[in-house]
């Protein structure tokens, strides 16, 4: 199913956070939809830096060739905001879709972004935002990649302003609508009870962020489309990350987190390996020199 189909499907869809093609791997096979790839995640998982602006477009869409060649999945893609102004995200559109993209999400920051959850954000004006949504409906290619318009206006202009630029990205051309960051249940009612039935809602659950942690079913309850859990595979990672070098560099074995880790069979098994390599025998002796 397209992303277009399965947002309008009955129930909520889920698009669970990923950075590389093993995590996409092990997401699709254990059921996801559609995936997530987070700008933040790639921030965290290979530089080990926060997301303070320091990807570039370049190494997003290395990550979506990356994860293309490996999952069939819809993959939703963070764009940050464009990484520059409307020609830039015009051209964000036409690299991101030829990798593999099937949607690309714009936020209304200033250059360098970060977090929508950290504090200090800036945005663009309004207008230029608006700009920017136009150019990157007019770039694509095929007409079922989104354009996902996210506002990070609560926490630097409040509430209201946020609802009315929001009502501005939907009146430009907006397939999907991302408020980041309501701080209350309240204001996540609020953001449904004007934009729902209209198009698309969506919701960002981070551990230890600003809005209040829900579970996928109680969002559909409310009016929301899409929820994305962007960093928490990182998150989860990086505890057990620490877990494993703790426990390895204090007894200098594995044996104690045995339990805990594919062995190198369960590992391959997991990649297909012995798939990959059967595949590759058909090639073996075919030399076509006489």
């Known amino acids: 199913m397209t992303l277009k189909q399965l947002l309008a499907a009955p129930d909520i869809l889920l698009a669970p956070g990923v950075y590389d093609g093993l995590t996409a791997l092990i997401a699709e096979r254990l059921g996801a939809r559609a995936l997530y790839l987070s700008g ?127 009502e501005a990205y939907v009146e430009a051309g907006a397939d999907v609508l991302f408020v980041e960051a309501p701080q209350s249940v309240d204001q996540m009612h609020a953001i449904v009870a004007r934009f729902a039935g209209r198009l698309p809602l969506m919701a960002n659950m981070v551990e230890g962020g600003q809005t209040p942690m829900m579970d996928a079913a109680r969002l559909g309850e409310l009016g929301f489309r899409l929820v994305i859990f962007p960093g928490g595979i990182v998150r989860a990672l990086a505890a057990t990350a620490e877990d494993y070098y703790g426990n390895l560099l204090a007894t200098g074995s594995n044996a104690g987190f045995r339990e805990r880790m594919h062995d190198f069979r369960g590992l391959n098994d997991l990649l297909g390996t012995a798939d990959l390599l059967a595949s590759g025998k058909k090639y073996e002796g075919t030399g076509r020199g006489d």
């Open 40 to 166: 933040a995640s790639i921030a965290y998982s290979r530089f080990g830096r926060p997301d303070i602006g320091l990807v570039s477009m370049a190494e997003v869409a290395d990550t979506v060739g990356v994860l293309r060649d490996r999952v069939a999945l819809p993959i939703i893609v963070d764009a940050d905001n464009g990484f520059g102004n409307a020609l830039n995200v015009q051209r964000t559109m036409a690299v991101f879709e030829r990798m593999g993209a099937n949607a690309l999400q714009l936020e209304d920051q200033t250059l360098p972004k970060r977090c929508g959850h950290l504090d200090g954000k800036a945005l663009v004006t309004s207008a230029e935002m608006v700009g920017k949504i136009h150019a990157a409906c007019d770039a694509r290619r095929a007409p079922d990649t989104l354009v996902i318009a996210r506002t990070d206006a609560i926490s630097v202009e409040g509430f209201e302003a946020a609802l009315e630029r929001a």
